[in-house]
T-cell receptor, first 117, second 116 residues
Framework: AQKITQTQPGMFVQEKEAVTLDCTYD???????LFWYKQPSSGEMIFLIY??????QNATEGRYSLNFQKARKSANLVISASQLGDSAMYFC??????????????FGQGTELSVKP | EPEVTQTPSHQVTQMGQEVILRCVPI?????FYWYRQILGQKVEFLVS????????KSEIFDDQFSVERPDGSNFTLKIRSTKLEDSAMYFC??????????????FGAGTRLSVL
C-alpha cells in the first residue's frame, strides 16, 4: 500500500506569495519521521525540513515550515515569500520506526512547483 | 559544508554490461543507502548498508545488484548485467548514527545511468 501521498502533481505560485504543498501519510508505527526534499532541474536531492512524530511543535527552517497535523496524518510544506529559485520538484518522505537510525525513506510522487515572476 | 560525492555523473552502457556506481560518503557517516529514480517517477529505495553489511534491501535489489565498501571510503553499487529498465538516476545517501532521532539522509547529486 502506498504510504506517502502527494496529490498535487503541479502547482503555480506568484513570486513573493506563500504556497502550501500537501502530503499525507499512512503508518501504524507510533514513531516515525517526516522529511521534505527539493529536487531542482539539475537533479540533486536537497534536504529541507524534518518533523518527528513526537515533536510538539511544527518544524521551521527559514522560509520553510511544516504544518503537521498528526490526527489527520498530514505533513504539508509551507514555503513563504516564494522566490524564482524555489521552482523545483518537492518530495515528501517518511521513515518509519523513527528512532531506528538506519531506516529507509519512503517517498511520495512529488509536486512540481513553478514560481511565476 | 561536507557533501556526498557520486561518480560518474552520467554513465552510458550497453545492455548486458556491468556498471559500477561510486559514492564517497560524508566522513563521519555510518549508514549508506542507494535509491533510484526512473525518469518522471518517485524515488525508490534499493538497499541500506551498515557495519559492512546490508541492513535492508527492496525487491528491486535482486541478484544483479551488489554493494560494497571496498576501501573504507568509497561505497559502490554494482549492476552485473544491465537491462534497459535499469536506466534511471541512482542516488547515494548517507546519514550519521549518533542517537539523534532525525538522522537526516544527505543525498549525492546522482548518477544518471542510460542503458542502450
Amino acid at each position: 500500500a502506498q504510504k506517502i501521498t502527494q496529490t498535487q502533481p503541479g502547482m503555480f505560485v506568484q513570486e513573493k506569495e506563500a504556497v502550501t504543498l500537501d502530503c499525507t501519510y499512512d503508518t501504524s508505527d507510533p514513531s516515525y519521521g517526516l522529511f521534505w526534499y527539493k529536487q531542482p532541474s539539475s537533479g540533486e536531492m536537497i534536504f529541507l525540513i524534518y518533523q518527528g512524530s513526537y515533536d510538539q511543535q511544527n518544524a521551521t527552517e527559514g522560509r520553510y515550515s511544516l504544518n503537521f497535523q498528526k490526527a489527520r496524518k498530514s505533513a504539508n510544506l509551507v514555503i513563504s515569500a516564494s522566490q524564482l529559485g524555489d521552482s523545483a520538484m518537492y518530495f515528501c518522505a517518511m521513515r518509519e520506526n523513527g528512532y531506528n537510525q538506519g531506516g529507509k525513506l519512503i517517498f511520495g510522487q512529488g509536486t512540481e512547483l513553478s514560481v511565476k515572476p | 559544508e561536507p557533501e556526498v560525492t557520486q561518480t560518474p555523473s552520467h554513465q552510458v552502457t550497453q545492455m548486458g554490461q556491468e556498471v559500477i556506481l561510486r559514492c564517497v560518503p560524508i566522513s563521519n557517516h555510518l549508514y549508506f543507502y542507494w535509491y533510484r529514480q526512473i525518469l518522471g517517477q518517485k524515488v525508490e529505495f534499493l538497499v541500506s548498508f551498515y557495519n559492512n553489511e546490508i541492513s535492508e534491501k527492496s525487491e528491486i535489489f535482486d541478484d544483479q545488484f551488489s554493494v560494497e565498501r571496498p576501501d573504507g571510503s568509497n561505497f559502490t553499487l554494482k549492476i552485473r548485467s544491465t537491462k534497459l529498465e535499469d536506466s534511471a538516476m541512482y542516488f547515494c545517501a548517507t546519514t550519521f548514527s549518533g542517537g539523534v532521532a532525525k538522522n537526516i539522509q544527505y543525498f549525492g547529486a546522482g548518477t544518471r545511468l542510460s542503458v542502450l
